[in-house]
T-cell receptor, first 115, second 112 residues
Framework: DVKVTQSSRYLVKRTGEKVFLECVQDMDHENMFWYRQDPGLGLRLIYFSYDVKMKEKGDIPEGYSVSREKKERFSLILESASTNQTSMYLC??????????????FGAGTRLSVL | RKEVEQDPGPFNVPEGATVAFNCTYSNSASQSFFWYRQDCRKEPKLLMSVYSSGNEDGRFTAQLNRASQYISLLIRDSKLSDSATYLCVVNPATGGGNKLTFGTGTQLKVEL
């Protein structure tokens, strides 16, 4: 079974703090993704990565950065947390095959509250 | 127009009912299609892929209509445990080929 592990289920941070969200996958997947999910807005892609040290902006990258130093680990960084970054953050990984066609597997999510 | 559109529901149905969800997508070049299920406060999980010829997995049937750019999910003999949000997911195959686009989901509530 694919396992995607996010380091925290719940986090409470203060405005202006630097926040690190960690994600690790154990299936040697090339692709990793960070989303945020808000009521009525669905899943929105923040950043993704096709390979080590490689990153691409998603639909809403402002206020976030990422790091992928090892294939299995993809970190999301909030440089200076703001209250509008309060959300559920979901990490996912995938690989492409003709059969799997980029099916994404998700971690359990981190519910972040910024006060 | 949103890339993937779904009726948000909720669909409230009695146990044993048949219920169908539709989803439309805007990019005619989209390559692959999925239905994911998301339980309350949990992560999305793959329910089934959607193939051009249609496919069935137990009580669940998925259909794809490329000409009209819509995908459907049919659930027969609904169970209480089917209560969840169902996400329509499309690989738009533009730009980053490995990205998926998620609909905002359709909420299903199965009641006694």
């Amino acid at each position: 079974d694919v396992k995607v592990t996010q380091s925290s289920r719940y986090l409470v941070k203060r405005t202006g703090e630097k926040v690190f969200l960690e994600c690790v996958q154990d299936m040697d997947h090339e692709n990793m993704f960070w989303y945020r999910q808000d009521p009525g807005l669905g899943l929105r892609l923040i950043y993704f990565s096709y390979d080590v040290k490689m990153k691409e902006k998603g639909d809403i990258p402002e206020g976030y950065s990422v790091s992928r130093e090892k294939k299995e680990r993809f970190s999301l960084i909030l440089e200076s947390a703001s209250t509008n970054q309060t959300s559920m953050y979901l990490c996912a990984s995938s690989f492409w095959t003709a059969l799997a066609k980029n099916i994404q597997y998700f971690g359990a999510g981190t519910r972040l509250s910024v006060l | 127009r949103k890339e993937v559109e779904q009726d948000p529901g909720p669909f409230n149905v009695p146990e044993g009912a048949t219920v169908a969800f539709n989803c439309t997508y805007s990019n005619s070049a989209s390559q692959s299609f999925f239905w994911y299920r998301q339980d309350c406060r949990k992560e999305p999980k793959l329910l089934m892929s959607v193939y051009s010829s249609g496919n069935e997995d137990g009580r669940f049937t998925a259909q794809l209509n490329r000409a009209s750019q819509y995908i459907s999910l049919l659930i027969r003999d609904s169970k209480l445990s089917d209560s969840a949000t169902y996400l329509c997911v499309v690989n738009p195959a533009t730009g980053g080929g490995n990205k998926l686009t998620f609909g905002t989901g359709t909420q299903l509530k199965v009641e006694l």
